[in-house]
């Protein structure tokens, strides 16, 4: 690949290298293993040259140049230490200390500073220049992330992470000279800014300036080089984001984003509201042991081996009284490929289940059966492809909620390659930047969409179609404007060469499912991606639905189909049950268990046997991506809290009280199973 | 224009003029003309003509009679007399300020006579808004023959050849920076002219784009045609109303005639003008911030290279030249490169343009040739210093520039000998001084402006300036340290070093061309707490002269702190307490006789000190 560029040859330190034409010095530097301090600069953003941290001698120039910026020229002599670069560099440091109130003491990032490090390393131990700095404000607004001004080198770093990476444009620069100040929109505070929580800003500043609400002390938690770090990845959404855990003492402390500049992956390594602080929230009351409902009704601790010879028992005997429509087992798709496998084992060939289902089989069912109805057997779309579509259409998702990454891609996309974005549906987030907006009134959903589907097909050709299309579309429409809008989105969705369609299945139909098919319908008429792949991303509920349906852990039947259950096994991964369908059918059942991390507030009057089991971060496996093709390992970041035992320990133990061989003996064996029934 | 006999008058509409007066001034004629029923007559506005500080002026053509300070009241006797009768109202003459004797036409006052105008050669006799007046007078000329009779490489070609060098502060050889960008493939390119014109106290380029924008237009079609951009941005600060309405005209007018829009001149090129509307921060007159500015983000500069020639505005390559560099083009396609080159100096071919400012007698925008001594621009054209004060230093290029004393006065003005002697041709702000400036206070006056105007982008401009600035304070308020002029000297280094762009690497010029030759200033004080100039407020001190004092009170009575003793009635001699007073001044100024005297007599047992330091 490189072979065909022609090498520069430069000398940096006195030492001859030959690095790539175009590179900056402070590349070449690093390439070769010198160091050039840098503050404002990083990798994953585009370069800035603001601090003068970095600067360099080139050809002896009386001027010193910023060695970030500055691309290599062939035979250029770059000096990156002497006296006189030192004593610039120890300037800037003392500009900067001087500049704000820097009281590292109190400061959550002290010990993974790179403003503190910079000072030991250039030995900076006094002030030569007088402190100048003003009292600056601190904003707490928001339950995520605070900015302290007062910490604020002016880096630039969380302006351009905002822009570049998450897309999101609230962060600027506010004032000029010395006065400039970090700023939300229009100078808002966080909380009233239309900040997306993403926290890419928070993970490129170079200080204390910006640090989120959960864990901020850092500093008591001794400096990074104390932390274990872990990288793995988020099983949240389905994108598998990179992510890297800094834990101590069994606490995870952040989490990052893998931030690349390159587009290997084309969000760049950023993390999400979910990825980077969903973890660190404290959600509910965490299980730590078995609880049994005693003879009075309330529910009590007991031992493991009691609450799981209980809960064989039951399940037994219910198996016995009523053949195999008596059990059911539902299943969270937030679970892992291996935990799900042995689940749906142990329920369907173990207890001879009656039904298997996971807590979106009614959005699996809806996909299901518009797959059914496809001439030919076809893939999803990959969220990857948004960058490459001309035309974006989405209908009923909202992906800043389900899937907040794709909602960043879009809005990417939108700045770097102005492509058109429409959205029909709720989006608060996207449409301030979409081309057009419609809303999207639940009963006429079907209606609409199939009015879409025919008016973007026979766009200019059946006279007698669109003008009944039109008809129909003033009809449904609330307004003139709004059906204006949905003649223009018509009119893009049929002239775009390589258009993308988002859904989410379960949103818009919860009833009728035509819509849903008729959008199917339209991506199939505009042409297949490459691979039998549909122009049709759909977003799932879960971080592993896509796993959870491929397993078939989800029904394809309507849940009782098959005669009501008296016993049920709930898996939970950490949610809290809040669906009414769902507690309704879960309600009057002769035995309920619950396995989960949490106490199910909502079915603590429901549940006979509670089941402690880890939460994602405390466990091995694998999950399967959004659009079911790829899978990825994650890995275990913390132990699970003393007493909880992990899922494989669980379901074996279910297994041998109720006699059933489930032909894996090992979490290895598990984990090859659920590999090959992956496809890999 | 032509029709001997027939009288023009000529009412000047720049902003200068405007501000004075002139718009009543043209109306009253107006309707004098109309009321006396003169027929023969007719009026015509325009830009500025560049002797804005004896505004309203009121010129007649043919006779080429100058009126100066022409208010509404003077305008019945200009139409009675002049106009009627033939006879010239002296009163409203030029008055030489050397020997007072009026001067009744243009061409003889010094401050006209001694110019040579190429930029500005039609500045103040044609009317701006009317297309017309601008052909007639030669505008349009040189573009249609570009298109017709020379290939892009030759108009690239001929500029190199003129020598010309861009106006708007550095110098850079337009035909080369031009060169550049004509040789680098894209599908755009854009020509933008640079109308920012941030620095305090210039004005220069909206006096031009007020005057003859359609010669600035035409600079920019010939520009585009020979990079090869079909479009052009002008950055006008939106505190240019006036330039941008006539820019706006300008624009609508030459689209009319086909100069500009699909295939301008009927060739096969296709250029067009859009006007942007930047927010006045003296940065974003900074080429790579400016484009920032038009992209729609924040006017930051960015690191050169790349070089807006190879990626500019969109990304694409992109001619950024100065309002005077553009509006001389025209010319040297009408008259040749080697006529252009005759004039100014060898490395500086050429006229240069300043706003000519300060202390001396004639205020108001000039051109001469490069070259010119600066003794003859300030002594010549400005008429020498106002109020018969004695000359001390001229600085030149604004806030990036450098202050120059008497013995400089000697010194061609063009690009290298200002450079050599310390300061900048800048974008041509030049304002000179008398022995009432203090240099130290000046320093500071520039400083202020700069860190004021830091983008803050890098950390030596923003915060180097400001410890600079900081010290300059002190010193002013008779708090300055013995180290603290070697501290100015290392602050003016780190930030010269270490800054992005030229507003943080020029900044610290005026406190080095200062310190440089005012340094006893500086030193007076710092060691002695004395402002030799009397200016710095804090080392003053007033005391009554008692052999001029007339006892009459007037400077009790005044004074807000109650610092004077004294009794009118008792007849007990009137004293300043230095304790109490505030040094306001009140008591200097109200005193009618001038027997408060101000002095800033210093610390003199600071001495020791001061030698203890010089070591
Ligand atoms: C801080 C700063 C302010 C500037 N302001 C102006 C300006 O107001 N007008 C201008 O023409 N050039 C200004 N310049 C110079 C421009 O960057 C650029 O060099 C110039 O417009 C090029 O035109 P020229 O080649 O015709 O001189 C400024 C430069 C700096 C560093
Ligand atoms: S959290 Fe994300 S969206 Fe919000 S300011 Fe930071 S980078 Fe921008
Ligand atoms: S908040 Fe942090 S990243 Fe942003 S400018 Fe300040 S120091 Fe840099
Ligand atoms: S030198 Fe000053 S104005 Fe220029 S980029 Fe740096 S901070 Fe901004
Ligand atoms: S790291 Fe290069 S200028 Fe900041």
């Known amino acids: ?680 | 224009m032509g029709n001997k006999g027939r009288k023009t008058i000529i009412v000047c509409q720049g902003t200068g003029c405007v501000s004075s007066g002139a718009t009543p001034t043209y109306k009253a004629l107006e309707e004098g003309i109309r009321k006396a029923g003169l027929t023969d007559i007719q009026m015509k506005l325009t830009g500025c003509h560049g002797f804005c500080q004896r505004g309203p002026i009121v010129i007649i053509e043919p006779d080429g009679v100058f009126y100066s300070g022409v208010q509404e009241k003077n305008c019945e006797e200009i139409v009675e007399s002049h106009l009627k009768n033939g006879q010239p109202v002296e009163g409203l003459f030029y008055k030489d300020p050397a020997t007072g004797q009026p001067i009744a036409t243009y061409g003889e006052i010094p401050f006209y006579a001694n110019q040579e105008r190429i930029v500005l050669a039609r500045c103040g006799h044609i009317n701006p808004e009317v297309i017309e007046d601008s052909i007639d007078s030669g505008i349009y000329r040189a573009a249609p023959r570009v298109f017709w009779e020379m290939p892009p490489a030759a108009v690239i070609e001929e500029i190199k050849k003129a020598g010309l060098r861009g106006r708007g502060g550095a110098g850079f050889p337009t035909g080369v920076k031009w060169g550049f960008c004509a040789n680098v493939e894209a599908d755009q390119k854009y020509i933008i002219c640079n109308a920012d014109e941030g620095d305090p106290g210039a004005f220069m380029d909206r006096s031009i784009l007020e005057a003859t924008p359609h010669q600035v237009l035409e600079g920019m079609i010939i520009a585009g045609y020979a990079i090869g951009a079909t479009k052009g941005y002008i950055y006008a600060r939106a505190e240019y109303p006036l330039a941008i309405k006539r820019l706006g005209i300008a624009i609508e007018q030459a689209r009319e005639k086909g100069f500009l829009g699909r295939r301008v001149f009927g060739s096969e090129f296709d250029f067009d003008i859009t006007i942007f509307q930047g927010a006045g921060a003296f940065v974003c007159g900074e080429e790579t911030a400016l484009i920032g500015s038009i992209e729609g983000g924040r006017g930051m500069p960015r690191t050169r290279p790349p070089f807006p020639a190879v990626k500019g505005l969109w990304g694409r390559p992109t001619v950024i030249n100065n309002v005077k560099t553009l509006a001389t083009v025209p010319e040297i396609i009408n008259r040749g490169a080697e006529w252009f080159a005759g004039i100014g100096t060898e490395k500086s071919p050429g006229t240069a343009v300043f706003a000519l400012t300060g202390k001396v007698a004639n205020c108001g925008l000039i051109e001469v040739p490069m070259g010119t001594p600066l003794r003859k621009i300030i002594f010549d054209i400005g008429g020498g210093i106002v109020d018969g004060g004695r000359f001390k230093a001229v600085q030149t290029g604004g806030p990036s520039g450098g202050c120059l004393p008497e013995e400089f006065l000697d010194t061609p003005v063009d690009f290298e000998n200002l450079a050599k002697a310390g300061s900048i041709m800048g974008s041509g702000g030049m304002v000179v001084m008398d022995e009432s400036t203090c240099m130290v206070d000046l320093a500071r006056y520039f400083l202020d402006f700069t860190q004021k105007e830091s983008c803050g982008k890098c950390v030596p401009c923003r915060m180097g300036t400001k410890h600079m600035l900081e010290i300059l304070e002190d010193i002013c308020e008779g708090r300055g340290e013995p180290d603290d002029l070697s501290k100015l000297m290392e602050l003016a280094d780190a930030i010269k070093e270490g800054s992005l762009c030229g507003l943080g690497q020029t900044a610290p010029n005026p406190v080095i061309t200062t310190m440089k030759y005012f340094r006893h200033e500086y030193e007076a004080h710092v060691h002695e707490k004395r402002c030799p100039a009397l200016k710095c407020k804090a080392m003053l001190q007033y005391h009554v002269n008692q052999d001029a004092c007339k006892l009459c009170g007037t400077c009790k009575k005044n004074c807000p702190a109650d610092a004077i003793r004294g009794d009118k009635k008792k007849k007990i001699p009137f004293e300043i307490d230095v304790d109490k007073c505030i040094r306001c001044g009140m008591c200097h100024t109200v005193c009618p006789v001038g027997a408060v005297v101000k002095t800033s007599p210093g610390i003199v047992n600071d001495h020791e000190e001061a030698a203890e330091a010089a070591n």
């Not at chain 1, 250039?122 to 003003?134: E, G, I, K, N």
């Not at chain 1, 001794?222 to 793995?232: L, V, Y």
């Not at chain 1, 049920?568 to 950490?574: E, H, R, S």
């Open chain 1, 1 to 680: 690949m490189e072979t065909n560029v022609e090498k520069v040859k430069i000398t940096i330190d006195g030492k001859e290298v030959l690095v790539d034409p175009g590179i900056s010095i402070l590349e070449a530097a690093r390439q070769n293993g010198i160091h050039i301090p840098t503050l404002c600069h990083h990798p994953a953003l585009s370069s800035w040259g603001g601090c003068r941290i970095c600067v360099v001698e080139v050809d002896g120039s009386p001027k010193l140049a910023a060695s970030c910026v500055t691309p290599v020229r062939v035979g250029v002599v770059v000096v990156t230490s002497n006296e006189r670069i030192i004593e610039s560099r120890r300037t800037i440091l003392e500009f900067l200390f001087a500049e704000r109130n820097h009281n590292c003491m109190i400061c959550a990032q002290s010990g993974d500073c790179e403003l503190q490090k910079l000072a030991y390393e250039l030995q900076v131990d006094h002030l030569t220049v007088p402190a100048l700095f003003d009292e600056f404000p601190t904003d707490i607004t928001s339950a995520y992330l605070a900015i302290d001004h007062n910490r604020c080198i002016l880096c630039g770093r969380c302006v351009r992470a905002c822009q570049e990476i998450s897309g999101a444009r609230v962060l600027n620069f506010n004032n000029r000279g010395p006065h400039n100040l970090i700023g939300l929109d229009l100078s808002e505070t966080r909380e009233a800014s239309t900040c997306l929580n993403c926290g890419v800003c928070m993970q490129v500043c170079p200080t204390g300036a910006i640090y989120d609400r959960y864990r901020t002390h850092y500093a008591v938690k001794g400096h990074d080089t104390a932390w274990q770090t872990t990288e793995s990845l988020c099983p949240q959404c389905g994108l598998m984001c990179p992510a890297i855990f800094s834990v101590h003492d069994n606490t995870v402390l952040k989490i990052d984003g893998k931030l690349e500049a390159d587009d290997s992956r084309p969000d760049r390594g950023q993390l999400c509201y979910k990825g980077r602080f969903e973890v660190l929230k404290t959600i509910g009351k965490r299980l730590t042991r078995p609880m049994l409902r005693n003879g009075d009704g309330t529910l009590a601790e007991e031992s493991w081996e009691k609450a799981l010879d209980l809960t064989a028992d039951r399940l037994r005997a219910a198996t016995r009284a009523k053949k195999g429509a008596a059990i059911a087992g539902l299943a969270s798709s937030m679970h892992s490929n291996e935990a799900l496998v042995f689940f749906r084992d142990l329920m369907g060939r173990g207890l001879g289940a009656g039904c298997i289902d996971t807590l979106d089989g009614a959005h699996f069912r809806i996909v299901h059966r518009a797959w059914a109805g496809l001439d030919m057997p076809l893939k999803e779309a990959s969220w990857k492809m948004i960058p490459e579509a001309d035309h974006i259409l989405i209908v009923g998702a909202d992906p800043y909620q389900t899937q907040p990454i794709v909602s960043s891609l879009i809005r990417r996309t939108i700045f770097e390659n102005r492509t058109k974005v429409s959205v029909i549906g709720q989006q608060a987030d996207l449409f301030p930047f979409a081309a057009h907006h419609l809303p999207l009134k639940e009963g006429d959903a079907s209606l609409l969409i199939k009015a879409l589907l025919d008016e973007a097909t026979d766009c200019g050709t059946d006279d007698v179609k669109m003008a009944q299309a039109a008809e129909l579309v003033r009809k449904l429409c609330l307004s003139e404007t709004d059906a204006a809008v949905f003649h223009d989105i018509a009119r893009t969705v049929s002239e775009a060469s390589n258009p993308l369609f988002i859904t989410v299945a379960g949103l818009i139909t919860a009833a009728d499912d035509s819509g849903f098919n008729s959008l199917v319908h339209l991506s199939r008429l505009k042409g297949l991606l490459p691979g039998s792949t549909l122009r049709l991303i759909i977003l799932k509920p879960f971080g592993n639905s896509s796993g959870a349906w491929k397993l078939g852990l989800a029904s394809e039947a309507e849940p009782g189909s098959k005669g009501q259950a008296t016993a049920c096994v709930l898996f939970l991964a950490g949610e809290q049950v809040s669906d009414p369908d769902l507690l309704e059918r879960l309600t009057g059942l002769d035995f309920l268990v619950v396995i989960s991390p949490y106490i199910p507030e909502s079915l603590a009057d429901m549940a006979d046997v509670l089941i402690p089991c880890p939460l994602w971060i405390e466990e091995d496996g694998t999950y399967t991506s959004l659009d079911g093709t790829e899978t990825g390992y994650k890995k275990k970041v913390i132990e699970p809290p003393s007493g909880v035992r992990d899922s494989w320990q669980i379901l074996s133990a279910l297994a041998e009280r109720t006699g059933f061989r489930p032909g894996f003996d090992t979490w290895n064996d598990v984990c090859k199973a659920a590999q090959k029934e992956m496809g890999g």
